[in-house]
């Protein structure tokens, strides 16, 4: 499989900087205009991509008071599952709106679909790729018929055993999915830094030979930007105009000028990170006379033999090495030496044999 994809013509994979997926999810706080501000801001931020979620209600659960539909603690405490989403859905009515806006910013916006008729819609509007959200893991009917689109692929791993990840992954590939992307995700709102876990991104690379990455939901840029020196390719964090404003995902989503950090952190990251390289930097160069070598500390007559006290290992570096230094002791010079010179091998008589 691809160690590399391509959405939207944006190369995607640890040779290129990361990409960063700005969700948008409920932060639209059931406004389009905050909708279509948010493409325009998150752009600006440096953000490679927007996603937004395709559902209603309806096609997430049903109405029903029944114990196992309420929410019971956490961010979501007190909403029926029914209200969540009704509250939080991005209406299928604003998204060509909001696919046009993209187009006219140059961003490239796609989402995760929650049902087929969700896949139908966004096929309709050339979504250029898909997520697949971590709660719709194991729902490998809606896999597959994404996977059957043709288009890369992403999947959130929040929650899944190995077993369920080889399954979502198996499923993904048998129905034509070509482009992947494995995101280890904790999906808890938010998530913990210390059960990040950040190592397990290197081992999903390994086990499933496909580009990998990190949907964070742990508070600010420091976990996202450590993934990256881990193998972390693809970046998502939510994001909000503004985490005062009251909202489903707002207290656990960055702001304007966090992801403008993010952004600019993760790229730092990524460069830092490099290569296996052990030759001699450019920007070291110019220091390398500022190593120790071997200097005369003593003048030094022709044909005089070269004591200890004549010699020491000092910076600069114009001299021999100092791995030569006992080496020298002993040696005749072939020219008179004033105190203050390097050490050179032209300087030496011919060792007596």
Known sequence: MNQTITINGQSIGKSHKPYVIAELS????????????????????????VKIQSYTADTMTIESDRPEFKIHGGLWGGYTLYQLYQEAHTPFEWHQALFDKAAELELTLFSSPFDESAVDLLESLNAPA????????????????????????????????LKEIEEAVTC?????????????????????????????????????????GLSDHTL????????????????EKHVTLDRNEPGPDSAFSLEPAELTDLCEQTRQAWLAVGQVD????????????FRRSV???KALKAGERIRQEHI???????????????ELVGRKVKQT?????????????PIEK
């Not at 890369?152 to 055993?161: D, E, K, L, Q, R």
């Not at 030496?337 to 008589?349: N, R, S, V």
Request: charged share 20%; hydrophobic share 40%; with cysteine.
């Open 337 to 349: 030496i004033e105190a203050g010179t390097p050490c050179a091998w032209e300087q030496l008589e």
């Open 312 to 326: 020491r290992r000092i910076r600069p570096g114009l001299g021999l090495e100092p791995k030569y230094f006992n």
């Open 130 to 161: 898909y997520k697949v959200a971590s709660f719709e893991a194991t729902d490998l009917p809606l896999i597959a018929y994404i996977a059957k689109t043709g288009k890369p692929m992403i999947i959130s791993t929040g929650m899944a055993n």
């Open 220 to 235: 600010g840029t420091a976990v996202a930007t450590t993934s990256v020196a881990l193998g972390a390719a693809v970046i």
């Open 172 to 212: 993904a590939r048998e129905n034509g999915c070509n482009e992947l992307v494995l995101l280890h995700c904790i999906s808890a709102y938010p998530a913990p830094v210390e059960q990040a876990n950040l190592a397990t991104i290197q081992d999903l690379a390994t086990r499933f030979n496909c580009v990998v």
């Open 295 to 297: 200097y005369f500390v």
């Open 26 to 49: 409920a932060n639209h706080n059931g406004s389009p205009e905050n909708a279509l501000r948010s493409l325009e801001v998150f752009k600006a931020c440096g953000a490679d991509a």
């Open 278 to 289: 052990y030759t001699r930097k450019e920007s070291e160069k110019a220091n390398l006379q």
